[in-house]
């Protein structure tokens, strides 16, 4: 699992990728937990998805924001954190100048992080929200939400409350064209523990489903 150095608005930024072998392959990142609460690229829930990305053969690159592990900085509330991952982005995009969907992956504070960028960056095709910290952080930013996207959640989560996701997925799902499937996992916590393998097969199913849909419509469109 090769190790990357990117360099960030504050300096080095860590990171782990795996670059596919396919050369128009899709390309993910993944955004880690809130750093100042111990997390970090190397979060189970954030592996697990990178696992399932790389799997079905995108690119997929996780790092730690600034101040986290290697990565040079500190803390900045959310902003900072923003163009770290703007950066990485940014990186990923210039080693697979041919990719033909690009992803983003968040649970938690990263999955706010991931869904500010996603309304900045319109070339990202889906999302997957884990644990989306509806409770904490503002998202009313997703006005219109650009793209469709999965979001997971245990229904014993005690750091966000199960209720305060339906709420946004019930907001974002009343946009034309937009489907956010809000999947629920009975007796899972915020961290997912013994339910970490059924969050992985939901995460890995909605991208096998997205990613025959977009085929099927890149097939039709060439006629």
């Known amino acids: 699992m090769p190790e990357v150095i990117i360099n960030g608005p504050e300096g080095r930024i860590e990171g ?3 670059h596919a072998k396919e050369n128009n392959a899709p390309i993910a990142l993944m955004l880690h937990p809130h750093p100042e ?3 970090t690229m190397n979060n189970k829930v954030v592996y697990s998805m990178y696992q399932s990305f790389v799997a079905r053969g995108f690119s997929t690159l996780r790092f730690n924001f600034r101040g986290v592990g290697r990565s040079q900085g500190e803390y900045d509330g959310g902003e900072g954190e923003l163009s770290d991952a703007a950066s990485a982005l940014d ?3 210039t080693y697979n100048p041919n990719a033909r969907a690009c992803w983003i992956a968040g649970f938690s ?7 500010q960028l996603l309304m900045r960056r319109p070339e990202i095709t889906g999302f997957v929200s884990i644990a989306p910290p509806a409770n904490m952080f503002d998202f009313t930013f997703l006005a219109p939400c650009p793209a ?3 979001m997971v959640q245990g229904d014993q989560d005690e750091i966000v409350p199960p209720d305060s996701v339906k709420k946004l997925v019930d907001k974002l799902s009343t946009q034309r ?3 956010i499937d809000h999947r629920i996992i009975k007796g899972a916590n915020h961290f997912f523990g013994k339910h970490m393998d059924e ?3 939901i995460v890995g199913d909605y ?3 997205a990613m025959a849909a977009a085929e099927a419509a890149e097939k039709e469109k060439a006629g």
Do not use: E, N, T, V
């Open 207 to 209: 991208m096998d489903k």
């Open 16 to 18: 782990r990728y795996i």
């Open 91 to 93: 990186w990923l995009q």
């Open 177 to 179: 064209g937009i489907k």
């Open 148 to 150: 469709s996207g999965l």
């Open 37 to 39: 609460h111990g997390g």
């Open 199 to 201: 969050m992985s097969g």
């Open 109 to 115: 504070f990263g999955a706010w992080i991931g869904m």
